[in-house]
T-cell receptor, first 116, second 115 residues
Framework: AQSVSQHNHHVILSEAASLELGCNYS??????LFWYVQYPGQHLQLLLK??????LVKGIKGFEAEFIKSKFSFNLRKPSVQWSDTAEYFC??????????????FGQGTTLQVKP | GAVVSQHPSRVICKSGTSVKIECRSL??????MFWYRQFPKKSLMLMAT?????????EQGVEKDKFLINHASLTLSTLTVTSAHPEDSSFYIC???????????FGAGTRLSVL
């Protein structure tokens, strides 16, 4: 069965600090990988996704993630966070054949708090 | 604006009553929708896949008689929590994939509190 693990449950950073949120998945086949963000009081929004090709993907708002197949990882990064990045971040996977429209398996989520 | 509408956003009910949550795709048709449950400080757990015109597919451990899913049209799926109990209190989120755009959209969620 697929599973997703996010190592950081609560991260507190000052503005301009660099961010890296860990995500590891467990699945033997081809996977599609996603990072979603949930701002306070809002619905989940897609930050970025990886289906195939360049393992370094860039998303919205300056976020990027790197797929390392050998490590089953898809860590999220941002060089310089802003106060507005305060939110809940979720890593998710689905089976490779489902592209972006299949059921998702989510990680536990990471709460990011950015101090001004 | 929102492309998936979920209603209500918050509901408080008495133990033993049933609660219906609606999930609508706006501006696109969705033959499949997904229902998730989110516990405090926990991840979103997939409950079931709602299929238009056929029975929903439930994940292991999810009681289908407890969580009734009806996908009556190409833009509407409903989740009914039957005979709700305090342990059913949670945050329920639906999603609908726009296959043409290869994007999955999420509703804003429904906070259910059972007294």
């Amino acid at each position: 069965a697929q599973s997703v693990s996010q190592h950081n449950h609560h991260v507190i950073l000052s503005e301009a600090a660099s961010l890296e949120l860990g995500c590891n998945y467990s699945y033997g086949g081809t996977v599609n990988l996603f990072w979603y963000v949930q701002y306070p009081g809002q619905h989940l929004q897609l930050l970025l996704k990886y289906f195939s090709g360049d393992p370094l993907v860039k998303g919205i708002k300056g976020f990027e993630a790197e797929f390392i197949k050998s490590k089953f990882s898809f860590n999220l990064r941002k060089p310089s966070v802003q106060w507005s990045d305060t939110a809940e971040y979720f890593c998710a996977v689905n089976a490779g054949s489902s592209s972006n429209t299949g059921k998702l398996i989510f990680g536990q989520g990471t709460t990011l708090q950015v101090k001004p | 604006g929102a492309v998936v509408s979920q209603h209500p956003s918050r509901v408080i009910c008495k133990s033993g009553t049933s609660v219906k949550i609606e999930c609508r795709s706006l501006d696109f048709q969705a033959t499949t929708m997904f229902w998730y449950r989110q516990f405090p400080k926990k991840s979103l757990m997939l409950m079931a896949t709602s299929n238009e015109g056929s029975k929903a597919t439930y994940e292991q451990g999810v009681e289908k008689d407890k969580f009734l899913i009806n996908h009556a049209s190409l833009t509407l799926s409903t989740l009914t929590v039957t005979s709700a109990h305090p342990e059913d209190s949670s945050f329920y989120i639906c999603s609908a994939p726009n296959v043409a755009k290869n994007i999955q959209y999420f509703g804003a969620g429904t906070r259910l509190s059972v007294l």
